[in-house]
């Protein structure tokens, strides 16, 4: 069974909702036939990548919100966090542009390495006094390297805009398409869709539903073909 996880190292319940989703997977019986693919979505994909500002300043802007409005809600993520079990710095942090971690996360991917990376990418931000956006790609090389990316490969993507550019679209296109218009939105087996950072028992729900639900495979049988198997391949006797 796959599961799909679109979701932006910018938000912060996609932070707690991954830890939700992972308790809930590791009571799942059938945990390891499961396999989780992380897709991308920018939550402000007009920023400039040079745009970065102290996350309580973003949130007065875009979201109208009074000073101690947005305190109030950091104060609130950094208690769901923590029931969670992890870090959250409720105040220092900045915001800004996510397209190159995202595009480093498809490379990533294609190593088998997307899991370790976006772990890593969100602890270093909501947690950890550096800034993932303000420092440079240095700092994302760093992390992509504790993530068991190789450093060449990593400054060979942030050197050059278009590669992964287009996975990353193609991933928001797909979220439009199957309706997602915030993250975190998982997808099981493009059957059943949880929105947000449900808790997890929802998700142990969803998990045991979408693998009940699974299509067994249909055969259509034409008769004897040739075919190739463990003891070799047919060969035709005429």
Not at 71 to 98: F, I, K, V
Not at 112 to 127: C, H, P, S, T, V
Not at 173 to 179: D, F, V
Not at 203 to 209: M, S
Request: a negative charge.
């Amino acid at each position: 069974m796959r599961v799909e996880i679109w979701s932006d190292i910018a938000c912060p319940w996609c932070y707690v909702g991954k830890a939700r989703f992972e308790k809930a997977l590791q009571a799942f019986p059938h945990r390891e036939q499961v396999e989780v693919v992380h897709r991308s979505f920018e939550l402000d994909p007009g920023r400039a990548k040079g745009d970065i500002q102290p996350v309580i300043t973003m949130l007065t802007k875009k979201y109208g919100m009074s000073a101690a409005q947005a305190r109030a809600g950091e104060e609130n993520l950094g208690a769901q966090a923590a029931a969670e079990g992890l870090a959250y710095r409720t105040e220092g942090r900045d915001h800004g542009n996510t397209f190159d971690m995202h595009r480093l996360l498809h490379l990533a991917k294609e190593q088998g390495r997307q899991d370790e990376l976006i772990q890593i990418l969100y602890r270093a931000n909501f947690a950890e006094e550096r800034s993932v956006f303000s420092e440079g790609d240095e700092r994302l090389v760093e992390l992509a390297v504790a993530a068991g990316l190789d450093a060449d490969d990593v400054r060979k993507v942030l050197a050059d805009p278009d590669a992964y550019a287009d996975d990353v679209r193609a991933d928001e296109r797909e979220a439009a398409q199957l309706g997602a218009n915030g993250v975190p939105f998982f997808v099981l087996d493009r059957k059943f869709g949880v929105s947000g950072a449900q808790p997890a028992e929802v998700f142990e729900q969803a998990l045991t539903q979408a693998w009940g639900e699974r299509s067994p495979l249909t055969l259509i049988d034409q008769g004897d073909a040739d075919a190739c198997g463990p003891d070799g391949c047919a060969v035709p006797q005429h």
